[in-house]
Nanobody
């Protein structure tokens, strides 16, 4: 079992920044992928950014150059630094952990970009 707890969402003006955190606990495999997904009202959940256990990263095209995913391995925490936020980035952001045996999701944190 893996448990994920997100934090760091909130209301920010266009052009602003936020940092999301995802603290993981439980039994990890040596090979896994952690990432951030988001879901806006009426839309499907989409991948925003992922980082593998080997450090490889992947980003949604629309966030490249604005968002950065990073991890603190000793703390089992993954971060999403979001800059130059746009109203289109408004969504509930979810942390996800996946390995060969299971997929776990966090409870989600709301990010609202509005003036």
């Amino acid at each position: 079992q893996v448990q994920l707890v997100e934090s760091g969402g909130g209301l920010v003006q266009p052009g602003g920044s936020l940092r999301l955190s995802c603290a993981a606990s439980g039994n990890f495999d040596s090979i896994y992928v952690m990432g951030w997904y988001r879901q806006a009202p009426g839309l499907q959940r989409e991948m925003v950014a992922t980082v593998s256990s080997s450090g490889l990263t992947n980003y949604l095209d629309s966030v490249k150059g604005r968002f950065t995913i990073s991890r603190d391995k000793p703390k089992n925490t993954v971060y999403l630094q979001m800059s130059s936020l746009e109203p289109e980035d408004t969504a509930v952001y979810y942390c996800r952990y996946t390995n060969s045996r299971l997929t776990a999701w966090g409870q989600g944190t709301q990010v609202t970009v509005s003036s």
